[in-house]
């Protein structure tokens, strides 16, 4: 698939961050991006999820595979709810 | 802190809060002191559930957050799983007024933080209880 760079949003509890990226990058590699920017602990990364459009995003597919779009709002957020 | 300031902090919540509300589907609204949250599971109903945020002591306390039900005032209307069981009702997550003041008065864990514990913060916690509730 030719890769092409998508301008995205990533949400996050803690604030935004707008970038472009590869849309051959794995959901995966997306996350770990997203949460060494907002600088969360990497070893909680399994505790958070990537959505679009209240969809949770598969993390071994791709932003092109998924069918991502240029200009998406894609939410960083917490797998479960927060226990306390 | 005079009310001009205290709106603005308000207002900035609520404009922070709002780069988020397309992707949860929310709407919200100003009100004085307090904003409402019309609040519904983002995949499975076209159910809303009215959050009333009361900002009254702004930012020394926690907001207060509650479901309402129509008239805007009486406590009602909660998604399920959310209200706390105890008194007042509320909800019990990091940053509700109901939850340092009351339901974990005194736990160092959870004190009042407004740097932390945003409008936006406390919304998509919120809205996970919400999804959670409902399932699905």
Redesign the interface.
């Known amino acids: 698939m030719e890769n092409h760079k998508l301008n995205l949003t990533i949400?996050s509890?803690?604030g935004?961050w707008e970038d472009n990226f590869p849309n051959n990058q794995p959901v995966h590699a997306l996350k770990t991006r997203a949460i060494a920017h907002f600088h969360m602990d990497p070893s909680q990364a399994d505790q958070f999820i990537l959505?679009?459009?209240?969809?949770t995003l598969d993390e071994s597919r791709t932003l092109a595979e998924l069918g991502i779009p240029d200009g998406a709002?894609i939410?960083l957020?917490?797998k479960?709810?927060?226990k306390? | 802190m005079d009310a001009e300031t205290i709106h603005a902090k308000i207002d900035a919540q609520v404009t922070d809060a709002l780069k988020v509300a397309g992707p949860f589907k929310w709407q919200i609204q100003k009100d004085g002191f307090s904003i409402f949250v019309n609040m519904r599971h983002r995949r499975k109903s076209d159910h809303t559930f009215l959050l009333k945020v009361s900002f009254d002591d702004y930012p020394q306390r926690a907001p207060s957050y509650v479901f309402v039900d129509g008239d805007r005032r009486t406590p009602g209307g909660w998604p399920p799983s959310v209200k706390h069981g105890s008194n007042p009702p509320g909800i019990c997550t990091p940053g509700t007024r109901e939850c340092i003041e009351h339901y974990h008065r005194g736990d160092a864990k959870y004190q009042w933080d407004p740097n932390k514990y945003t409008l936006r913060f406390v919304l998509m916690e919120i809205q996970r209880m919400l999804e959670k509730g409902i399932g699905g």
């Open positions: 949400s509890a803690n935004d959505t679009y459009d209240g969809l709002i939410i957020e917490r479960d709810v927060t306390i």
